[in-house]
């Protein structure tokens, strides 16, 4: 069994990963059949995911504001300053920076990424909106 350490280090290099979007190595941290919100997407389509968060947010990177590993499973909270293009999230943001973090809850498999539960906090986009319309 991984421990708190090797975890950690395994969740960072993941990150690390996404930011890079080496989606050719996704594989060594994506377990091939993953389950992303209660729905089995596999590699494929968690890969199609992030991909298309790429084109959509041209500028994204992955900031771990807050990580802690209780093997097998990890918490992490994200934070993003980003310039979604068009919409996102349902939200008319068209390149316009915003600040927000997701909430996410992993359980991993031998080292790789097994389940992803996870929450974007979408009323502090809004709010953003808001206040600079």
Not at 23 to 38: A, C, D, I, K
Not at 49 to 76: G, H, S, T, V, Y
Not at 93 to 122: L, Q
Request: proline fraction near 4%; glycine fraction near 6%.
């Amino acid at each position: 069994m991984t421990n708190k350490v090797d975890l950690a280090d395994v969740y960072r290099a993941y990150i690390a990963c996404l930011n890079r979007q080496d989606w050719p190595s996704l594989g060594r941290f994506v377990h091939e059949e993953v389950v992303y919100n209660g729905r089995q997407i596999g590699l494929s389509g968690y890969r199609g995911m992030l991909e298309q968060d790429f084109l959509q947010i041209p500028d994204l990177r992955f900031n771990m504001a807050l990580l802690i590993a209780d093997p097998p499973c990890i918490a992490a909270r994200l934070a993003f300053h980003c310039a979604p293009k068009g919409t996102f999230l349902g939200l008319s943001v068209n390149g316009r920076k915003v600040s927000f973090a997701e909430n996410v809850f992993y359980r991993f498999k031998d080292d790789r990424i097994e389940e992803v539960w996870s929450i974007i906090d979408k009323a502090a986009i809004e709010s953003q909106l808001r206040s600079s319309a």
